[in-house]
T-cell receptor
């Protein structure tokens, strides 16, 4: 099955700085890579996703890059704000079919004002 | 976006009792729902995949007699933790796929249930 590794486990940045979270996956058949943001005790919220036929995707201050050859993908948050503080999870799976998402271990991002 | 309603949001029970958690898709039909378990400061671990009208598919290491899953309709899946013990205390969260295309691109989560077993 799929195995997703995520680093770092915690990340502290100053407000306005950039934050980068990295994930690797094991199954070359995976073609869908979403990122979720989860606040304490709340449901995960999809913030951005990327398909394997795309190398980069950007949405305002958030961007995701994918290196299919190396089987790794990264989340980039620019101009961080205190409200960006949360736990971020990467995930990988096949876009369609029965297989569920496999999540990374999570990164606790703390943005210091 | 689509709404997935999960109840209860938190429950405290005595050891040995059973607890039922409901996951409902409010404005769409969900042929597939997933149940995850999340320990504090850890990731979401898939427990089982629930398919409407058929038996759930459990992940390795998850006791199907302990965690009973029923998906009797296109809008409701239930997880029953039978004979709960303190080690079953955890955050349980469901997710549902929107639409007939069975795509992970349209996956929405319930709000989660914090179970505490005394």
């Amino acid at each position: 099955g799929e195995n997703v590794e995520q680093h770092p486990s915690t990340l502290s940045v100053q407000e306005g700085d950039s934050a980068v979270i990295k994930c690797t996956y094991s199954d070359s058949a995976s073609n869908y890579f979403p990122w979720y943001k989860q606040e304490l005790g709340k449901r995960p919220q999809l913030i951005i996703d990327i398909r394997s036929n795309v190398g980069e995707k950007k949405d305002q201050r958030i961007a995701v890059t994918l290196n299919k050859t190396a089987k790794h993908f990264s989340l980039h948050i620019t101009e961080t704000q205190p409200e960006d503080s949360a736990v971020y999870f990467c995930a990988a799976s096949i876009k369609t079919g029965r297989r569920a998402l496999t999540f990374g271990s999570g990164t606790r991002l703390q943005v210091q004002p | 976006g689509a709404v997935v309603s999960q109840h209860p949001s938190w429950v405290i029970c005595k050891s040995g009792t059973s607890v039922k958690i409901e996951c409902r898709s409010l404005d769409f039909q969900a042929t597939t729902m997933f149940w995850y378990r999340q320990f504090p400061k850890q990731s979401l671990m898939l427990m089982a995949t629930s398919n409407e009208g058929s038996k759930a598919t459990y992940e390795q290491g998850v006791e199907k007699d302990k965690f009973l899953i029923n998906h009797a309709s296109l809008t409701l899946s239930t997880l029953t933790v039978t004979s709960a013990h303190p080690e079953d205390s955890s955050f349980y969260i469901c997710s549902a796929r929107v639409g007939p295309a069975a795509t992970n691109e349209k996956l929405f989560f319930g709000s989660g249930t914090q179970l505490s077993v005394l």
